[in-house]
């Protein structure tokens, strides 16, 4: 079954940036489409940006729309998350989940995500 691991989650202030990972050790991810979501304490958990398999197709939120950037580098089976100009409102569990398809489209919303990771936690405060 397959299974992802998050990274590079952590403490940054405002205006900084983090770049998340997201892995499957064992795996490859390049017939995975993947999605990046986030849940902040108190609230549901929102779709942030996904990437179809081949890399073709992004989406994200308004929130996050020109300061993240979603990549993947399926020779690595990596998918990233880089986070520019983070805001304190940025602060959430981020998770990858991955959802077999050969497709060129992703899915933004969490309910067709087969696999999930356990989080990671990023913390954006002065």
């Known amino acids: 079954q397959l299974q992802l691991v998050e990274s590079g989650g952590g403490l940054v202030q405002p205006g900084r940036s983090l770049r998340l990972a997201c892995a499957a050790p064992?795996?490859?991810?390049?017939?995975?489409?993947i999605g990046w979501f986030r849940q902040a304490p108190g609230k549901e958990r929102e779709g942030v940006s996904c990437?179809?398999?081949?890399?073709?197709?992004?989406n994200y939120a308004d929130s996050v729309k020109g300061r993240f950037t979603i990549s993947r580098d399926n020779a690595k089976s990596r998918v990233y998350l880089q986070m520019n100009s983070l805001k304190p409102e940025d602060t959430a569990i981020y998770y990858c989940a991955a959802h077999s398809t050969s497709r060129n489209v992703c899915y933004a919303g969490p309910k067709v995500y087969d696999s999930w990771g356990q989080g990671t936690q990023v913390t954006v405060s002065s």
């Open positions: 064992g795996f490859t991810l390049d017939h995975y489409a």
């Open positions: 990437i179809s398999s081949s890399g073709g197709t992004t």
